[in-house]
């Protein structure tokens, strides 16, 4: 997508001595982090601190299991999970408080989480951000903007939206309450002599217009004007001032992104199946997310019809699934608390592929260990075939939010460098996502300068 790293780099790219000594100061704080987060805990309890450790991942267990049992069942069991996910980690805190644990525990937690943060730093990459030394392409003559005013809780109104696109010659189309076909009002737009088609708007609303672009070849602009603008995330573009993806109007360049199709459907972002998609397809989602997600998942998880995906992802193939997301490109990660939805490119080319499969309460405490669980495998491929374990016609579908239902099986494709997006040339870029720690990666950062003199010595006469 033409982004850079900002990581300061000398001559040939090579990191600068500056950085290097940057990386080096956090892996020596990592390591001296590490190192006080043990003593704190074995000065305080002696090798008693090892039974305090398990007692707290323990703990953690319990949380894991009081919440299977809060979402996948209904009646006692669910009360009783709440109960345990609640009482847990209380009673926890209650052993350490009374053993006088507590303190020393909280400040070697403290430590342990300074030394993760740390060695991320160390081993971390630098920024993606835009491609500021592009040159700006032409700007469009007769751009046309497709506005959703219900979108993102009124961003459209709340940023003025309307009249900022007026005043730089957007021909704008305010999306009505009715059922209006979106790919329609694009395709018109196409043919009364628009030379780009934008959107502000969530991302489902994005998708269909972006396929038209993509059909006629025409850029496609990007105004993060919904609630949670994914899309916009990996184009780097600033989601928390959507009025600011008009300067790519008169200060813009291009980048050519990749596209998802589930059947014959455009996604931007991913189509999901399986439990997500039906809970969006239950009528009263969208008055009452969490009560109805609450309402439907136990039957969804455990229950005797709870439905059942089979995938095919190039080779990969996987059976039993109660989730599958298909995204375009990989998602950084499965969770990612601080910046969901994020992708590090939109040009490589690959599905990313996420399967959930968790059936009971000790497969979700494995789930704890995150991508190295049984339940919860990461996949790439380019074609990925969906298809549902009973013989129903149809399978129900997630794209970008809006729940449709596609024939059976869904085949899932990606088409490279399909869809044209013109972007602000100084935009904020998207940060990358800390890596895991690599502690051996961290020590041999930590030592660098002195490893570097050791093989400089002169070998003794």
């Known amino acids: 997508m033409g982004r850079h790293s900002t990581e300061a780099s000398g001559p040939g790219g090579r990191p600068t001595a500056a950085a290097d000594q940057g990386r080096a100061g956090w892996a020596r704080l990592a390591l001296l982090a590490v190192l006080a987060s043990v003593l704190v805990a074995l000065v305080a309890a002696g090798l008693r601190s090892v039974l305090w450790a398990l007692v707290g991942i323990a703990g953690l267990a319990l949380v894991a299991v009081g919440l299977w049992w809060t979402v996948a069942h209904t009646g006692v069991v669910r009360v009783a999970g709440v109960v345990l996910s609640l009482t847990a980690p209380v009673t926890v805190l209650a052993l350490y408080?009374?053993?006088?644990?507590?303190?020393?525990?909280?400040?070697?937690?403290?430590?342990?989480?300074?030394a993760m943060?740390?060695?991320?730093?160390a081993v971390a990459p630098g920024q993606i951000h835009s491609a500021r030394d592009n040159e700006p392409t032409e700007a469009p003559h007769h751009p046309w903007i497709l506005m959703n005013p219900r979108s993102g809780g009124g961003k459209v109104g709340r940023f003025d939206l309307v009249d900022k696109a007026r005043a730089v010659g957007a021909r704008v189309v305010l999306l009505g309450a009715g059922g209006q076909d979106v790919a329609e009002l694009a395709q018109q737009a196409v043919a009364d002599g628009a030379d780009l088609l934008a959107v502000?708007?969530?991302d489902g609303t994005q998708a269909l217009v972006a396929e038209v672009a993509a059909r006629h070849d025409l850029p496609f602009l990007v105004i993060p004007a919904g609630t949670r603008n994914h899309f916009a995330l990996g184009l780097g573009l600033d989601r928390d001032d959507p009025a600011t993806g008009l300067d790519a109007l008169a200060d813009g360049v291009e980048l050519r992104v990749d596209l998802g199709f589930a059947a014959d459907r455009v996604f931007v972002n991913n189509a999901s199946f399986g439990t997500y998609a039906a809970v969006v397809g239950d009528p009263a989602y969208r008055d009452a997310k969490v009560q109805t997600t609450l309402q439907d998942l136990p039957g969804l998880l455990t229950g005797p019809d709870a439905p059942r995906l089979r995938m095919r992802a190039d080779a990969a193939r996987a059976e039993g699934l109660q989730a599958l997301l298909v995204s375009n490109?990989?998602?950084l990660r499965a969770v990612d608390s601080a910046q969901p939805g994020r992708r590090e490119r939109l040009d490589s080319g690959l599905l990313g592929v996420l399967c959930v499969r968790v059936e009971n309460?000790?497969?979700?405490?494995?789930?704890?260990?995150?991508?190295?669980?049984?339940?919860?495998q990461r996949?790439?491929?380019?074609?990925?075939?969906?298809?549902?374990?009973t013989d129903t016609d149809t399978v129900p579908a997630g794209i970008d939010g809006e729940h449709v239902l596609l024939q059976s099986p869904v085949v899932c494709r990606i088409a490279p460098g399909a869809l044209r997006v013109?972007?602000?040339?100084?935009?904020p870029g998207t940060p990358r996502s800390r890596p895991a720690a690599d502690w051996q990666r961290v020590t041999r950062i930590a030592l660098g300068p002195l490893a570097r003199g050791r093989r400089r010595s002169p070998a003794p006469a």
């Open 117 to 121: 943060a740390a060695a991320r730093i």
């Open 97 to 114: 408080g009374a053993s006088g644990m507590l303190g020393p525990a909280l400040v070697s937690l403290a430590l342990w989480v300074l």
């Open 329 to 331: 490109n990989p998602y």
């Open 200 to 202: 502000a708007g969530g």
């Open 422 to 427: 013109r972007v602000p040339r100084n935009r």
């Open 379 to 389: 996949l790439t491929a380019q074609e990925v075939v969906v298809e549902a374990d």
């Open 361 to 376: 309460a000790a497969q979700a405490v494995r789930m704890v260990r995150g991508g190295r669980s049984a339940g919860l």
